[in-house]
């Protein structure tokens, strides 16, 4: 007997496999607010907190095995990007990055090919990160500027024209006009005496090509660090709050460390809306970054990306995943909470100036739909 056509569409659609779910992107959260007294952390305790994320991210039962599930190989170059803008107190804490380089070796990485960096060299040594010779024992630890410096070949282009200062890449130095601009900047005491209330040279007054028309560029150049030295990324940043990109969490410090030039793209009205997102997606970038460890042991919510303890919670937290969207999504909304409950009640909300984090989905960078993260709180 012929089937009817009508109801072959019914068997048809009955039988239909249904749709494969959404992919979720896990994001481990440990936090131990016991873990942070004063300031100062529990070394050994942020290094158990680090391990477990790790093994229960890649369900493995050994860290060698966990690094090596995250695309880390002994012949890689892995360079571990930290956060240095806050000081001593409000800086990737050397414990964690302390067991990241243990976690390294135990996937078989020598130390010599291990390094930690950030984009200043002041910013560096003053939360103890002091560069060191490439030729010290154990990790490198270097800085972009001055150090390895950027490339020549491999920039961002925008549409906005920025004013080149001393330390980018297409920068000219004039060396008369620069002590000139010293020596004017040292007279009006720019080195911020607080006695003095004359206001001391803008930058572009101070660092750029001099009394003429400044230096400009609409293109940022990427850091030698990530395009030629690093084969693998690990993102180490902190969380605080940024008046320039909303929050420089996993997203926002990454991607001004990676590129010079980048003030023409931050603060208002942009806030580093796409530009952030457009720099992380360079494959020089992309591809090489395996995991983002946010460093929420010591968080700020006003006040950043510079230290002000008025505005600071000793959570004691990890998130740990290779999503830093959803990292950031998700600890973004403590941040409003945060200042929302402040007690003088005068702390407007981030707002807008953080939109690149939901921007970011739409460059396949991550996702902010809490349907598709997967938040596991571990001891």
Known sequence: MAISPVLTGVVRAQTAPAPAPPQLSPVIWTENPGVVQRFAV???????????????????????????????TPKDVVGIKITTTGGPLL????????????????????????????????????AGYAPTPVTAPGAWITSV??????????????????????????????????????NAAVKNKAFGDDVMVAKAPADDDALTAGGDAPQTSDRSHYARLETTFCTKIINV?????????????????????????????????????????EILSNDVIRRKVVIHILDALVSQYAGGPHFDPQFTKSIGALYVSRDPVAIDSLVLKRMEQWRASDKDGRIDPIGKAANYVHTATFYNLGTDDPHRIQLVRIP
């Open 42 to 72: 529990d070394g050994d305790e942020v290094r158990e907190m680090l391990n477990r994320s790790l093994l229960k991210l890649t369900s493995a039962s050994d860290l060698g095995t966990a690094w090596a599930r995250l695309g880390i």
């Open 91 to 126: 800086s990737t804490h050397r414990p964690l990055i302390q067991a990241i380089c243990d976690g390294l070796q135990a996937a078989g990485v020598d130390p010599s090919k291990i390094i930690i960096w950030d984009k200043d060299a002041a910013d560096m040594r003053s």
């Open 237 to 277: 940043p902190v969380l605080t709050d940024n008046s320039a990109i909303g929050i420089d969490g996993c997203l926002g410090s990454l991607a001004l460390a990676s590129v010079d030039n980048n003030r023409r793209f931050v603060g208002d009205p942009a806030y580093g809306d796409p530009a952030i997102c």
């Open 145 to 182: 500027f001055p150090g390895t410096g950027y490339d020549p070949d491999v920039v961002y282009k925008g549409l906005m024209m920025g004013t080149l200062i001393w330390g980018d890449s297409e920068f000219v130095r004039h060396d008369d006009e620069l002590s000139e601009a010293a």
